[in-house]
T-cell receptor, first 113, second 113 residues
Framework: GQQLNQSPQSMFIQEGEDVSMNCTSSSIFNTWLWYKQDPGEGPVLLIA?????ELTSNGRLTAQFGITRKDSFLNISASIPSDVGIYFCAGQLGGGSQGNLIFGKGTKLSVKP | EAGVTQFPSHSVIEKGQTVTLRCDPISGHDNLYWYRRVMGKEIKFLLHFVKESKQDESGMPNNRFLAERTGGTYSTLKVQPAELEDSGVYFC???????????FGEGSRLTVL
């Protein structure tokens, strides 16, 4: 089946550092989404990207939809302890049914105060 | 406004037993989705309801899984008989009728011994 390769798998950083994670695929996606999952909670949407090349920010978070439509990255600037969690990229294939999202395996972020 | 609620939060059963998971979507959301995350792997799409109809069930693993949404409100996902590989976290999500953001529940963790 379709796969998203998300990296890194985990990150251990110091508070205040910037973070970058990305997802790549061999398939073309119409939509890229970035979610965060806190312990014991469900994924929550952070940023949605709908056009190739689109660069969108949400506070300290910035994400881009790759020009080739096969990749996306998420940057977090000046990390804080509450950024801890698992970050998932997700994409929707062209022709795929609405809500049939393909997820990456997640990037587990740990922030040391 | 109440979010997506799932029950139970955690279920431990023995191989061969039956388990039924329930999801109550956000009121007014016609779209309801089931996803599953097996330990260490990506979150995978199982199926999509629009009201009481199955719009896309391409992700259902096999016929041991049965999803229903009678009346177009809450949904159940039954696993019968459960196997060891069914262990994981089952997420339910719902969205507005037209191309809306998916709101996830906290998930139901299933452990099959």
């Amino acid at each position: 089946g379709q796969q998203l390769n998300q990296s890194p798998q985990s990150m251990f950083i110091q508070e205040g550092e910037d973070v970058s994670m990305n997802c790549t695929s061999s398939s073309i996606f119409n939509t890229w989404l970035w979610y965060k999952q806190d312990p014991g909670e469900g994924p929550v949407l952070l940023i949605a990207l709908y056009k190739a090349g689109e660069l969108t920010s949400n506070g300290r978070l910035t994400a881009q939809f790759g020009i080739t439509r096969k990749d996306s990255f998420l940057n977090i600037s000046a990390s804080i302890p509450s950024d801890v969690g698992i970050y998932f990229c997700a994409g929707q294939l062209g022709g795929g049914s609405q809500g049939n999202l393909i997820f990456g395996k997640g990037t587990k972020l740990s922030v040391k105060p | 406004e109440a979010g997506v609620t799932q029950f139970p939060s955690h279920s431990v059963i023995e191989k061969g037993q039956t388990v039924t998971l329930r999801c109550d979507p956000i009121s007014g959301h016609d779209n309801l989705y089931w996803y599953r995350r097996v330990m260490g792997k990506e979150i995978k799409f199982l199926l999509h309801f629009v009201k009481e109809s199955k719009q896309d069930e391409s992700g259902m693993p096999n016929n041991r899984f049965l999803a229903e949404r009678t009346g177009g409100t809450y949904s159940t996902l039954k696993v019968q008989p459960a196997e060891l590989e069914d262990s994981g976290v089952y997420f339910c999500a719902s969205s507005q009728p037209i191309a809306g953001e998916l709101f996830f529940g906290e998930g139901s963790r299933l452990t099959v011994l």
